[in-house]
Structure formats: C-alpha cells, structure tokens
C-alpha cells in the first residue's frame, strides 16, 4: 500500500529507522558459530607435541636423520623400475593372474558403467517401478559372501588355476549375454547379480595369487601397472565401441560385444590352461619312468 503525500513518507521513514534502532539480535545467531571459529583457530595454532616430535623421530629406533639425502638419480630409479618389472612378469603364475586381472576389470567396469542404459531400454523407468539400486546392493552382499566362503575351498590353484578362470569367465559371458538378449527385466536383474559375484569372487583370489607371488616391495607397481593397463583398455574399448567417434553402437550391440570379450577371455585361458595341465603331467610320467629305469 502506498502512503500519500511527502509528510507520511517522512514518518514512515522514521519509524523504519527506530525500529531498526531498538531491535535487539539474539545472541545465539551470532555467539556460537563465532566461539566455535575462535575454539578452532585456538586449537588449530596449538601444538604442544612439536617440542617433542623432533627428538622422537631422531630416536635409536627410528630409521632417520637430520642429514638431508640427495636427489636419486631418475635414470638409476628408471632402470631399477624396469629390472623390477621384468623379475615379477617374469613369473608364469604371475603373469597369468595379471593378464586376467586386468582383461576382466576392463569389461567388468565397461558392464558395469553401461548397465543401467541397457535396463532403462529393457524396461523405462517412465512406464514402470524400477530396483536399480537394490540390485546393486544385493549383488555387492552376495559377493561379499561368496568372498568369505571362497576361503573355504581347497584347490591346488597352481595346477588349475587357468582352467578355473576359464570356466568362470565363460560363465560371466553368459550372464552377460543373457542380459543383453532375453528382454526381462528381472532376467537382467538375476544375470547381473551372478555377473557381479563371479568377478568379485574370481577377482579376489587373483589378487591373493598375484600378492602370494610378490613380495610387498613390489605390490604397488604390479598392481599398478595391472590397473593401468585395465584403464587403458577400458578407454580404447570406450572409444571404440561407445563414443560417437567411433562406432557408436547401440547398447545392446555394445553388450553383445562385451559377452564375445569375455568368451573370448574364457577360451584364452582353456587354451593356455590344457597346455599347462598336459605338460604338467608329461613332466611326472618323465619323472616316474625315469625312476623306473634307475631303479631296475
């Protein structure tokens, strides 16, 4: 409401300049938050354990000096890294695990990224009631259980480790394949739970192999370099299946192709796992008969 005539503006004015005069702002929007800021500058300056940390850490039973140590060679460093590289890669079990390890995160993170657009073209969010999220927690539960109970089994997994993995691999190429051509979405749902179990169990007793074939100096770079490569495949993959640039698929041609990823994993290492196995066994039978003729 307007008021009228420049003496009433005058009187409002004043009021509004009294008012704001004799309000008084509580005090608890104000106090606390500034009590808590100075508590946390006071606090933060404070550090009574600085006398005293110098002189522990130079203590007898600490591996330190004040001396400062000079700069590593890079080239020096370069060269150990490499001659590290070689001695772990070197080792066949170990190499196998990793080159699984690393081909299974790659697809493993292309499924996982890309599968709610798959059940979004299954079934639309829009027209019914979706469980994407309870999905992913149960089949996070499921395969924190069969982790558990996988140490439990007792496998010589020197001998068939390769063909395990092979089997299992297989195994996560048709739950993909299923998700990808039978169009329910509870199927989908059911795939991809048994998916997400196989990789972790299958994925933690890579890890384990991996560890038990390293000693702890060298953790960091081979699983370094095993996720390095993973990523690297997973971005020539995206670019070459997934980005407009490349193909740009449509997603149930990208899962198709995922699942032949994945049989084309299973039938890579049953290949490589035969031959072990078979050689594995000529060895004893050498062996054996050797020792037959020594002893007649």
């Known amino acids: 409401m307007d008021v009228p005539g420049p003496v009433s503006r005058r009187a409002a004015a004043a009021a509004a300049t009294m008012l704001l005069r004799t309000a008084r702002v509580p ?17 933060a300056s404070l550090r009574p354990s600085e006398p005293f940390l ?39 079990p170990l190499l196998c ?51 558990f109970a996988v140490g439990y089994v007792k496998i010589s997994w ?7 993995l092979s089997l299992f691999s297989l195994l996560i190429a048709s739950s993909v394949y299923i ?16 998916f997400r179990i196989i990789y972790m169990l299958l994925i933690t007793i890579a890890t384990f192999q991996i560890a038990a074939n390293l000693s ?33 698929l449509e997603i149930t041609t990208q899962f198709l192709i995922y699942a032949s990823y994945f049989a084309l994993i299973a039938v890579v290492f049953l290949a490589n796992g035969t031959a072990s196995i078979m050689k594995k066994y000529r060895k004893q039978e050498d062996a054996e008969s050797s020792s037959h003729v020594t002893t007649s």
Do not use: H
């Not at 005090?27 to 606090?43: H, I, K, N, S």
């Not at 990523?231 to 993959?237: E, F, K, Y």
């Open 179 to 194: 998700m990808d051509t039978v169009r329910n979405i509870w199927v989908c749902y059911t795939s991809y739970i048994i």
């Open 97 to 147: 695990w990793s080159v699984w390890w690393a081909l299974s995160t790659c697809g493993y993170f292309q499924v996982v990224n890309y599968t709610q657009g798959l059940w979004e073209k299954v079934m639309p969010s829009r027209n019914a009631t979706i469980y994407n999220g309870g999905v992913e927690a149960v089949s996070t539960l499921l395969g924190a259980v069969a982790v």
């Open 27 to 43: 005090r608890e929007c104000w106090f606390l938050p500034t009590a808590l800021l100075c508590a946390y500058g006071f606090f």
């Open 54 to 92: 110098t002189p522990y850490l130079l203590g007898p039973d600490k591996n330190l000096t004040e001396r400062q140590e000079p700069k590593p060679d890079r080239l020096l460093v370069l060269k150990i890294l490499w001659s590290d590289f070689l001695m772990c890669y070197s080792s066949r």
């Open 216 to 248: 702890m100096e060298r953790y960091a770079l081979v699983f370094g370099v095993n996720t390095f490569i993973a990523l690297a495949l997973q971005t020539l993959l995206t670019l070459i299946v997934v980005d407009a640039s490349g193909l740009g």
């Open 158 to 164: 020197s001998t068939w480790g390769e063909m395990t």
